[in-house]
């Protein structure tokens, strides 16, 4: 510690996710609500960060003028389970079928939520984990074009992480949580090419 100067803390924070209730971004000079804020970060609806950023005051949401006036920032936990399976398709574009291929799909799954059980947890990861291997076991060194639905639909990554998605939610639907629930899934076919399907919020 150099005599004078307070030092931050060397503990690393517990990583959280923060979500922006709003469509545009908000930067560090758009948010005049900064100094109340335990980290400032610059964000995106969805968008997830390290670090732990404390809700501001009422006062100083109240009193802010910048860009992101009257927006309040959530906390909330995510979980994400990833899973991996072989599988060919062939998928029709511009009315063209390509040659079936085969990929090594990954599929990641975050599930979300707002509040932790008496054991801090915002629900069982097994559970997930079980349920997601579940949907996924009938793709398994099959030709996806053969399987249901994607014998009559495009079997597009896109579909893919759909069709995922809404068996994910119907097998979880009574095992999760109130609150938390299947906010996104993601489909890679390659490195560095995924595709995400964010099903709609429960009304």
Not at 151 to 167: F, K, S
Request: charged share 20%; glycine share 8%.
């Amino acid at each position: 510690m150099v005599s004078g100067v307070s030092e931050p803390p060397t503990t690393p924070r517990q990583p959280l996710t923060v979500i922006m209730r709003g469509e545009a971004p908000v930067s560090r000079a758009d948010c005049c609500c900064a100094p109340a804020l335990a980290v400032c970060l610059s964000m995106r609806k969805g968008y997830s960060g390290q670090g732990l950023t404390a809700r501001a005051p009422r006062s100083a949401r109240e009193g802010c003028s910048g860009r992101g006036a009257g927006r309040i920032l959530e906390i909330v936990y995510e979980l994400t389970i990833q899973s991996e399976f072989a599988a060919a398709h062939a998928i029709t574009i511009a009315g063209e079928r390509e040659p079936v291929h085969g990929h090594n799909w990954r599929v990641t799954v975050v599930v979300q939520g707002d509040t932790l059980d008496a054991d801090g947890l915002l629900c069982d990861f097994h559970l997930v984990e079980r349920s997601l291997k579940e949907v996924v076991a009938p793709f398994h060194n099959r030709d996806l074009n053969a399987i249901a639905p994607f014998d009559r639909l495009n079997p597009t990554a896109e579909h893919v992480a759909r069709h995922i998605a809404e068996q994910l939610q119907s097998a979880l639907a009574r095992e999760l949580p109130a609150g938390a629930r299947v906010s996104r899934v993601g489909v890679t076919e390659a490195p560095g090419c995924e595709a995400t399907y964010h099903p709609p919020e429960p009304q």
